[in-house]
């Protein structure tokens, strides 16, 4: 059974800088594409972050120049650093595949944004 532990958010002032981490259980990790998601209050979850299981990433344009996945596959985890960080930042991140859920969504973690 897949487990995705998500970990690392909090309270950061605007211009901060946090890094998330995804610790994946259960799957052969390093044969997948995975992506960070978000989601804020009221708001659909979203896709932030991709890296393919080769390296490659890409990145949504709100974020682009701000925040880095990568990946180590010697660790089955994923990680998200988010420098800049800005108050629309603000949501519960999730770790999930590359380019939608594959599998049960995990606890996620709070990032808050805020003065």
């Known amino acids: 059974q897949v487990q995705l532990v998500e970990s690392g958010g909090g309270l950061v002032q605007p211009g901060g800088s946090l890094r998330l981490s995804c610790a994946a259980s259960?799957?052969?990790?390093?044969?997948?594409?995975m992506g960070w998601y978000r989601q804020a209050p009221g708001k659909q979850r979203e896709l932030v972050a991709a890296?393919?299981?080769?390296?490659?990433?890409n990145y949504r344009d709100s974020v682009k120049g701000r925040f880095t996945i990568s990946r180590d596959n010697a660790k089955n985890t994923v990680y998200l650093q988010m420098n800049s960080l800005k108050p629309e930042d603000t949501a519960v991140y999730y770790c999930n595949g590359g380019t939608s859920s594959w599998w049960p969504w995990g606890q996620g973690t709070q990032v808050t944004v805020s003065s």
């Open positions: 259960g799957m052969i990790f390093r044969i997948y594409a």
């Open positions: 890296i393919s299981s080769s390296g490659s990433t």
